[in-house]
């Protein structure tokens, strides 16, 4: 089994920051990418970002955030984190981390998730 836990979420005024992190343990073993999804109000689950663990990682972004976020891995924290800058009110969500055995596909473990607000 693994577990994932996030921090880092909140409120932030539009062009602000926040840093998302999201801390592995368990069947550590098992995970061979981590990333972001997030779910804003009546819309579906979609991708932000994803990157692989390992000495040479992978990274992949949705185009809406491209240039704004940046996704990293501290494979010795076994911790992925969420770099959000130039925040926009439609990045307003529930972010949640992911993990899984594929790069193409999101993976079976989910942390509880954490709300990020972009208002003024």
């Known amino acids: 089994q693994v577990q994932l836990v996030e921090s880092g979420g909140g409120a932030v005024q539009p062009g602000g920051s926040l840093t998302l992190s999201c801390a592995a343990s368990?069947?550590?073993?098992?995970?061979?990418?981590m990333g972001w999804y997030r779910q804003a109000p009546e819309k579906q689950r979609e991708l932000v970002a994803a990157?692989?663990?390992?000495?040479?990682?992978?990274?992949k972004y949705a185009d809406s955030v491209k240039g704004r976020f940046t996704i990293s891995i501290d494979n010795a924290k076994n911790t992925v984190y969420l770099q959000m800058n130039s925040l926009k009110p439609e990045d307003t969500a529930v972010y949640y981390c992911?993990?899984?055995?594929?790069?193409?596909?999101?993976?079976?473990?989910w942390g509880q998730g954490t709300q990020v607000t972009v208002s003024s």
């Open positions: 992911n993990g899984g055995s594929t790069f193409v596909a999101m993976g079976p473990w």
């Open positions: 368990g069947s550590i073993f098992a995970i061979y990418a």
């Open positions: 990157i692989t663990r390992g000495r040479s990682s992978i990274k």
